[in-house]
């Protein structure tokens, strides 16, 4: 039916190539692309390529009160779905059906509250007809629910009523529709019961449809328009009569004759928009790499900086007078305090150049939670590593309390410049520079590497870089 559409194995394993990238540093719009272009492929085409001969979702969209629910129930004749005088009345999608659903509707389950009715009068056969919660309805994470289900429809029947078909949120709606290719009926609900009347309404909801090249010509007929009518206190319904255009809209989208060709140009929309939506996120994957090394090339840049003035000071001999039993202690201390200056200098950038990005972990603008348990860690180690190699070059004949002179020695040197041992010592350790050396060098390291652990929260936060072939797997033609 469709020219070569990728197999639905091609678009799972897309969705996967999209749920590796994180495009949070880029910017909300574009994790929003990338996210669409997961529920389209994922969502909708995989299932829908499985089979295509699956029943078809009508979405009933449209504004609260425009009478979404009432129109449900009136094709019905049951209380489907409470209708009335709130607004919004209906805040999770209903689905009327026989019982079954199609796959399409599987994710959306995941994603949304909703409950399924099991029809005694079943809608015609081969469509699942959802009423729809009102756009301001939105599930937890600030999505309107309606859109959700815009996703994953394959035809849509919008209903507004004569007062509000005008509205923006109205038109976002049939726009959105539009650009998955759904064929849709408009109908007009609660009109004035006179039929010129009805027909200056139409005519004027044609006219702006066609302006926005939603339907193809400006002409009335196009709308399909519902009469003020009583409603049954029971059925929450109007009479049969009051919504056969509708019913008779429904039930041609029903016919197994036109199913396919619903089916066909939801697929080929949804590619369209798929790949459009690709495109982008290819581009957006690229702009995220730059965006990478813009990032994380002055948090390099300001960790390295205050790694040099920390060993520098270490050097100079500001730790000089701690005494050998704080050491650590002054060490890890001095190290947390530069890890934590070089990540509020770093947050302070990333503030300017990706608003967001730091906002939401505010543990970005001091050292890490952990830093200072990691650095008396590390400084331990380097500690025990010294004390071993001097152990080890200082001569046999050396009793405990002379060896363990010459180690604090070598330590006390490797922190103050101005260190003066004892003679003994001395000579000791001048046939041996390169113990004060290797002890001096191998802490500098330890400094370092502890600044570099306490960055390394800046690298989790842009999450983890893209593979090189991540761009052609973004797209629906690569092969499996
Ligand atoms: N008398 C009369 N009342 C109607 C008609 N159509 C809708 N209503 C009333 O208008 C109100 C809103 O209708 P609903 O069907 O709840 O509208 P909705 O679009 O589902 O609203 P939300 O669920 O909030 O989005 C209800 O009180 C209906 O009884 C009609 O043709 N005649
Ligand atoms: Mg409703």
């Known amino acids: 039916m469709i020219d070569h559409p990728p197999s639905p194995d091609r678009l799972r394993s897309l969705v996967a190539a999209l749920e590796r990238i994180d495009l949070l540093a880029v910017g909300e719009a574009a994790e929003a692309q990338r996210c669409r272009a997961a529920i389209t492929a994922g969502h909708y085409l995989a299932p829908r390529l499985s089979d295509e001969s699956d029943k078809i979702v009508i979405a009933v969209v449209g504004p609260s009160g425009g009478g979404k629910s009432t129109i449900v129930n009136s094709i019905a004749q049951r209380r489907i779905s409470d209708a009335g005088p709130l607004r919004p009345t209906t805040s999770e999608p209903v689905a009327w059906t026989d019982g079954m659903v199609p796959a399409t509707f599987d994710g959306l389950r995941s994603r949304i509250p909703g409950s399924l009715v099991d029809s005694l009068r079943p809608p015609p056969e081969g469509v699942v007809v959802v009423d729809t919660p009102p756009p301001e309805v939105l599930d937890s994470s600030g999505v309107p629910i309606v859109r959700q289900i815009l996703e994953v429809a394959d035809a849509v029947v919008f209903v507004a009523g004569a007062t509000r078909y005008a509205d923006a949120d109205a038109f976002a709606l049939i726009e959105m529709a539009a650009q998955r290719g759904l064929p849709t009926v408009m109908v007009l609900n609660r009109l004035p019961t006179t039929p010129e009347l009805q027909q200056v309404i139409a005519a004027d909801f044609a006219a702006k449809l066609a302006a926005r090249r939603l339907i193809p010509r400006p002409a009335a007929e196009l709308v399909t328009t519902v009469a003020e009518g009583p409603v049954s206190p029971d059925t929450l319904a109007l009479a049969p009569e009051a919504v056969a255009r509708v019913t008779k809209d429904i039930e041609a989208m029903a016919d197994p004759q036109s199913r396919p060709g619903i089916v066909a140009a939801a697929v080929t929309g949804s590619l369209r928009l798929l790949s459009g939506d690709l495109a982008a996120v290819r581009g957006h994957v690229i702009d995220g790499a730059v965006r990478r090394v813009e990032l994380l090339d002055p948090m390099r840049a300001m960790y390295r900086d205050e790694a040099r003035r920390l060993i520098a000071e270490v050097r100079r001999g500001k730790l000089a007078s701690v005494g050998s039993d704080r050491l650590i202690e002054g060490l890890s201390s001095a190290a947390t305090r530069r890890a934590g200056l070089a990540a509020r200098a770093t947050a302070e950038i990333w503030h300017e150049l990706?608003?967001?990005?730091?906002?939401?972990?505010?543990?970005?603008?001091?050292?890490?939670?952990?830093?200072?348990?990691?650095?008396?860690?590390?400084?331990?180690?380097?500690?025990?590593?010294?004390?071993?190699?001097?152990?080890?070059?200082?001569?046999?004949?050396?009793?405990?309390?002379?060896?363990?002179?010459?180690?604090?020695?070598?330590?006390?040197?490797?922190?103050?410049?101005?260190?003066?041992?004892?003679?003994?010592?001395?000579?000791?350790?001048?046939?041996?520079?390169?113990?004060?050396?290797?002890?001096?060098?191998?802490?500098?390291?330890?400094?370092?590497?502890?600044?570099?652990?306490?960055?390394?929260?800046?690298?989790?936060?842009?999450?983890?870089?893209?593979?090189?072939?991540?761009?052609?797997?973004?797209?629906?033609?690569?092969?499996?």
């Open 354 to 480: 990706a608003p967001g990005l730091v906002e939401q972990v505010p543990d970005l603008f001091g050292h890490g939670a952990g830093t200072l348990a990691a650095a008396r860690d590390r400084l331990g180690f380097w500690l025990a590593d010294i004390e071993e190699l001097a152990r080890r070059r200082s001569p046999r004949r050396f009793g405990r309390r002379k060896r363990r002179r010459l180690i604090d020695s070598v330590l006390q040197a490797s922190i103050d410049p101005r260190h003066s041992p004892d003679s003994r010592t001395a000579r000791r350790l001048a046939t041996t520079p390169e113990l004060v050396e290797s002890a001096r060098d191998r802490l500098a390291d330890e400094l370092r590497g502890i600044l570099e652990t306490d960055s390394l929260r800046f690298v989790e936060r842009l999450g983890p870089a893209v593979s090189g072939n991540i761009l052609t797997e973004l797209s629906t033609e690569a092969s499996v």
